[in-house]
């Protein structure tokens, strides 16, 4: 039973990783809009192929609460009924979420490939809360903590609605951005907690911890500050249009350089961790996996500003960085149930 929760669990986690891989895409292809409502997409569950099927047609059947574009502005059908010759406005109402009526096939279909890798997580979620009731007498924490992980999944998809309705409002992107590790971290967590026993590792009593987790606290800062220059990045786009990458950089402002400062901490300090790690014999294994994610962090940063944004640079930048969080939080468990095992300080 604990082999086939902890199975469920590492998929939920692959799964919610997909999440993050398609929202950077989404991000990178500027696809956020591409369906306009939540949780359909365009009034359907399977979204239009075709910008003919978000058009008033004569003698056409549509379905309430379907959408469609109408002099350049959405309307949504209040009921179910079959269009005659002429458009009848009594049968529609003005979509009032927000006032973005634009119709793109491949960021539709982008958009919806993101909803749907988040509805197969949340499913996954969900079947390893009820698995979780097998804990429920022996390790209560572990049942507790899946169905906060089904409630975290649920406070994610309204946020990604609120990010929808708010036409991609920055700080509610990095709220969702910020959600989506919680949630990381808690999937963790449980598969951490409920691996076999084994026998304790023969590590030195060297306190270790404290130093993990202020990294760990540090890259989570360095994820968000990445986010506003994000942000920034978007607002230059909007100015100087994709084609122009060499300007997107242009009049950089504060942000940017707290955020390409705030880096070197990090970097240096992940450094020195593993040079203590390697120094006193730890075995924290893990640690190689951060200074390669690392390296690649600092590569495709690099990249992004020196070549001018190379493709995929910015999704993969954000990859990159939930990763390495990921990993950071898993040896702060490690060191931490180190710590508990040989009664140190």
Not at 70 to 84: C, H, I, M, P, Q
Not at 107 to 125: C, D, K, Q, V
Not at 260 to 283: D, E, H, M, P
Request: proline share 3%.
């Amino acid at each position: 039973m604990q082999n086939s929760f902890r199975k469920v669990a590492k998929l939920s986690l692959i799964l919610v990783y997909l999440v993050i891989i398609a929202g950077a895409v989404v991000r990178m292809t500027g696809s956020g809009m591409g369906c306009p409502d939540w949780p359909k997409c365009f009034g359907h569950y399977i979204p239009p192929t075709d910008e003919s099927e978000l058009q008033w047609q004569a003698n056409t059947p549509f379905t309430k609460g379907q959408i469609i574009i109408r002099d350049e502005a959405l309307v949504v059908a209040n009921k179910s009924f079959t269009t005659g010759n002429d458009f009848e406005a009594a049968n529609w109402d003005a979509y009032t979420k927000h006032d973005y009526a634009t119709f793109n096939v491949a960021h539709t279909w982008i958009e919806y490939i993101n909803r749907l890798f988040g509805a197969l997580a949340g499913f996954a979620t969900l079947i390893l809360a009820v698995l979780s009731f097998k804990f429920l007498r022996n390790k209560k924490r572990v049942t507790v903590l899946s169905w906060l992980v089904v409630f975290g999944m649920g406070f994610q998809a309204w946020l990604g609605a609120t990010v929808v309705y708010s036409v991609l409002e920055p700080v509610k992107i990095t709220l969702h951005m910020i959600m989506a590790l919680v949630i990381v971290a808690m999937l963790l967590y449980l598969i951490y907690i409920t691996k076999q026993e084994k026998e304790p590792l023969d590590r030195p009593q060297v306190k270790i911890a404290p130093l993990m987790t202020l990294t760990l606290v540090l890259t989570l800062v360095q994820i968000v500050l990445g986010t506003q220059v994000r942000q920034f990045v978007d607002e230059q786009i909007d100015v100087f249009g994709e084609s122009a990458k060499n300007l997107w950089l242009s009049d950089i402002d504060w942000k940017f350089y707290l955020h390409r400062s705030f880096s070197i901490i990090v970097v240096l300090l992940n450094i020195v961790l593993a040079q203590r790690i390697y120094k006193i014999g730890l075995g924290f294994k893990k640690i190689n996996w951060v200074l390669g994610l690392i390296a690649l962090e600092v590569i495709t940063g690099i990249s992004m500003y020196y070549l001018d944004f190379p493709f995929a640079s910015q999704p993969a930048h954000l990859v990159l960085a939930s990763l390495l969080f990921g990993v950071q939080f898993y040896l702060v468990l490690e060191a931490y149930s180190s710590r508990k095992t040989l009664k140190s300080l």
